[in-house]
Each structure stands twice: as structure tokens, then as C-alpha cells.
């Protein structure tokens, strides 16, 4: 489907938003992404999923590094979520929900499903297909877990889906698998975003070979 994914290379995509954390516009947040907007960028962010299934943008497994707060977003609900301020500014983490309604299509967005060992793939998966059916711009998920990426094959095969992939040293037994997005043969991703530090690495020769 690479005539659908045409109008991703067409302009620059801001990662997390057209940010800078020491300024009023962090990453992941709503002023970044607006900032994005009127630059002409389109955006690129991380989407996870609160104790009380509600889906909000953040990148980390931890609030530590953006709100200096002890937790993650999937052992908070979303209430004691919307307290917090990002990267000490004004701004507090972005529900999914409103970021789309924000935005509502002008650019491009590529929507980054964050899923660490163990989470509720199914239900997180359905949460973000609930708000993102209802818009009309134009999107593409992606996601470095591959339950994730083939969850949208088997349930909602029309969204362009992408695997995140990189040099996984912490996942034991799986690393290598992970490393050479093996599991492409059943999610059938329609483009692969590899980590570009390690683009002269074995693995990713493997993986070139393997997929291209």
C-alpha cells in the first residue's frame, strides 16, 4: 500500500510534536503538537493506556523524566493523570481523544502505540481504534510490540500499520526475533521504522535480507 503511505514523505514529521522541553511547548504535548501544525509538520506521538482505560499521549514507561512523579500511566487513572505538568511548563499530558479533535487533519499523524510485557494488547488496541475511527485525517499506527501491529491486521486491516524496531538486549530469549522483526511474516507491516544508529549492524543486514 505504498501509494497510501505516499503522504508521509511528503513533508518533515515532528517526533513527539514541534518541541522543546525547556520551553512551553514539551514533548507529547498539546502545544507542540499545535506548533507542529502551524509550521507545517506533520506529527508523530506515543499514545498509552491509564489504569481506568483511557488513552492519553506519553512516551516513558515512568512519569519520572516528564513530571518528576513516581508511577507509570498504566498504574495511574486518568484524573490523577491530567494533575500533572510536563517538563515543569503549564501544559499537563493530552488525552488522545482531545489531541484529535485539536487537530482534526490538517497533516499527517503517525500514531505510535506503546505497549510494554504484559499489558492488555486487546483492550488497548479497541481503545484506540474508538477514538481514531471517528477522525478524518489522515494516520498510520505504528508500535515496537508486534501483538500490537498484528492486532490491526487481524481486526482493522484498512489502517496502515507499521513495526518499530531497534537492537532489543533486554527481552532474553526474544531479543533477536524482536531485533530482525521476524514476526512480519504474520503482522504484515506496510513500512518498518528502524532505529538508524544501527543500521550497519548484523541484525539489521539480516533484517534487510529477510524483508526487503
Known sequence: RKDRMAVFAEQYIAHRGLHDNKSEAPENSMAAYE?????????ELDVRMT???QIVCFHDPNLMRATHTL????ETNLGELL?????DSAEHIPIFWEVLHNIDGPVPMIVEIKAERGADIDQLCKEVVFCLDGYEGVTCIESF????????KKNHPSYLRGQLSTKFVDEGFWSIFLTICFFNFLTKPDFISYDIQY????PYYILHSLWQ
Open 35 to 43: 506548533k507542529a501544525v502551524a509550521e507545517g509538520y506533520g506529527i
Open 51 to 53: 489504569n481506568d482505560c
Open 71 to 74: 508511577g507509570s500511566v498504566e
Open 83 to 87: 494533575k500533572l505538568k510536563l517538563f
Open 145 to 152: 510490540h508486534p501483538g500490537v501491529v498484528h492486532w490491526f
Open 199 to 202: 543500521m550497519h549492524s548484523i
